[in-house]
């Protein structure tokens, strides 16, 4: 079954300390993963894609095929990062149509 | 300014009533998007189009109904056979293919009373 999972509901952190939102997958073919950020009273944005394996905002993540895993990092957490992250995954190839996990709850305490 | 709305952005209702959550989008997207959030479950799919006159059951349909007459709009309709209809619900749009962002609406947050 496809599937995504992020195993913590919330994760809180100081400023300044590392940040590693979990994200696991569950998908028999080549899999299109994404993370969603969602800030207060703002809408569900794109963060990042493990396509473009580019930096947003100081956050990175990795595809891990063999622990099929996409978890979110940022070295050093800011207050502005609190959010509702959502890992997500693209199985047709239609990005719209997606599978999302619970979601993370990120706070950054100061 | 561009993008995808969602309107009402709050919405109630009597049990039993059904009710229509408008969602346009003025960036030429050929595929659109309905998606129930709730705390702890994450997105669901509700409904999806690809193309106008075009319309699949995502994960959840049961108790909902979409038409998609226009290319820049795509209402859904929760009727009184959806059993939980009070939620978050989110629009979303994207251009055809491969690797291709989606856009969200602010939302609609419906209360069925």
Redesign the interface.
């Known amino acids: 079954a496809q599937r995504v999972t992020q195993p913590e509901k919330l994760l809180s952190v100081f400023k300044g300390a590392p940040v590693e939102l979990k994200c696991n997958y569950s998908y028999s073919g080549s899999p299109e993963l994404f993370w969603y950020v969602q800030y207060s009273r703002q809408r569900l944005q794109l963060l990042l894609r493990h396509i473009s394996r580019e930096s947003i905002k100081g956050f990175t993540a990795d595809l891990n095929k063999g622990e099929t895993s996409f978890h979110l990092k940022k070295p050093f957490a800011q207050e502005e990062d609190s959010a509702m992250y959502y890992c997500a995954l693209n199985p047709s190839g239609n990005t719209g149509k997606l599978i999302f996990g619970q979601g993370t709850t990120l706070q950054v305490k100061p | 300014d561009g993008g995808i709305t969602q309107s009402p952005k709050y919405l109630f209702r009597k049990e039993g009533q059904n009710v229509t959550l408008s969602c346009e989008q003025n960036l030429n997207h050929d595929?659109?998007?309905w998606?129930r959030q709730d705390p702890?479950?994450?997105?669901?799919?509700i409904y999806?189009s690809?193309i106008v006159n075009d319309f699949q059951k995502?994960d959840i349909a049961e108790g909902y109904s979409v038409s998609r007459e226009k290319k820049e709009s795509f209402p859904l309709t929760v009727t009184s056979a959806q059993k939980n209809p009070t939620a978050f619900y989110?629009c979303?749009?994207?251009m055809?293919g491969?690797?291709?962002?989606?856009?969200?609406?602010?939302?609609t947050r419906l209360t069925v009373v």
Do not use: K, P, V
Request: charged share 5%.
């Open positions: 595929a659109m998007y998606y702890g479950q994450g997105l669901r799919l999806y690809q995502g989110l979303a749009s994207s055809a491969i690797n291709t962002e989606a856009f969200f609406g602010q939302g």
